[in-house]
């Protein structure tokens, strides 16, 4: 089975501090994207980063960086200089295909606290 | 474009009674995907589609569920008779196949 982890279910961090998220996954994916999506109050499913798997540089966008170790299936979300704005449960999705499809597997979620 | 667009946001039901959640993809998206999301599960997949036809219904919990998808800018998840336990916020979200998706708003469903 396709399984993603993260390991943190909990993470604060002080305003305008970096904080590191982690998650591993298991995919027998040659190609493949991996994505961090972001879950405020509101509810609403936010795409943070993706990265595509071929590609030897960490994708970055804007505050948001990732460090992808593709041989040790890692994939850890960096935030740089903490905002309010970034408190919200925060979910690490690896993809596994079925009939061509790639259908996406989350893990369990780090709800990150951000304390003013 | 307006996004992936679920409805109704919220919907409270009484147990035995027959819940339609909608949802309308991104034009040109050729996949569609039901998500529930509950404390205790997380994300869980139900069922997709690829370009209109039910691909992998192998999450859908019992017979209680069903799902349909009967043009490219539609579909819906059906649960009838509901029962409390089905209570969750159920996401729909569509693709191109690859690199991504984009999810609608969710609909929280409470069975009492």
């Given at each position: 089975?396709?399984?993603?982890?993260?390991?943190?279910?909990?993470?604060?961090?002080?305003?305008?501090?970096?904080?590191?998220?982690?998650?591993?996954?298991?995919?027998?994916?040659?190609?493949?994207?991996?994505?961090?999506?972001?879950?405020?109050?509101?509810?609403?499913?936010?795409?943070?980063?993706?990265?595509?798997?071929?590609?030897?540089?960490?994708?970055?966008?804007?505050r948001f960086s990732v460090n992808f170790q593709k041989a040790a299936k890692s994939f850890s979300l960096k935030i740089s200089d903490s905002q309010l704005g970034?408190?919200?449960?925060?979910?690490?999705?690896?993809?596994?295909?079925?009939?061509?499809?790639?259908?996406?597997?989350?893990?369990?979620?780090?709800?990150?606290?951000?304390?003013? | 474009?307006?996004?992936?667009?679920?409805?109704?946001?919220?919907?409270?039901?009484?147990?035995?009674?027959?819940?339609?959640?909608?949802?309308?993809?991104?034009?040109?998206?050729?996949?569609?995907?039901?998500?529930?999301?509950?404390?205790?599960?997380?994300?869980?997949?139900?069922?997709?589609?690829?370009?209109?036809?039910?691909?992998?219904?192998?999450?859908?919990?019992?017979?209680?569920?069903?799902?349909?998808?009967?043009?490219?800018?539609?579909?819906?998840?059906?649960?009838?008779?509901?029962?409390?336990?089905?209570?969750?916020?159920?996401?729909?979200?569509?693709?191109?196949?690859?690199?991504?998706?984009?999810?609608?708003?969710?609909?929280?469903?409470?069975?009492?």
């Amino acid at each position: 089975a396709q399984t993603v982890t993260q390991s943190q279910p909990e993470m604060s961090v002080q305003e305008a501090e970096t904080v590191t998220l982690s998650c591993t996954y298991d995919t027998s994916e040659s190609d493949y994207y991996l994505f961090w999506y972001k879950q405020p109050p509101s509810r609403q499913m936010i795409l943070v980063i993706r990265q595509e798997a071929y590609k030897q540089q960490n994708a970055t966008e804007n505050r948001f960086s990732v460090n992808f170790q593709k041989a040790a299936k890692s994939f850890s979300l960096k935030i740089s200089d903490s905002q309010l704005g970034d408190a919200a449960m925060y979910f690490c999705a690896s993809p596994h295909s079925i009939q061509g499809a790639q259908k996406l597997v989350f893990g369990q979620g780090t709800r990150l606290t951000i304390n003013p | 474009d307006a996004g992936v667009i679920q409805s109704p946001r919220h919907e409270v039901t009484e147990m035995g009674q027959e819940v339609t959640l909608r949802c309308k993809p991104i034009s040109g998206h050729d996949y569609l995907f039901w998500y529930r999301q509950t404390m205790m599960r997380g994300l869980e997949l139900l069922i997709y589609f690829n370009n209109n036809v039910p691909i992998d219904d192998s999450g859908m919990p019992e017979d209680r569920f069903s799902a349909k998808m009967p043009n490219a800018s539609f579909s819906t998840l059906k649960i009838q008779p509901s029962e409390p336990r089905d209570s969750a916020v159920y996401f729909c979200a569509s693709s191109t196949g690859a690199g991504g998706y984009t999810f609608g708003s969710g609909t929280r469903l409470t069975v009492v």
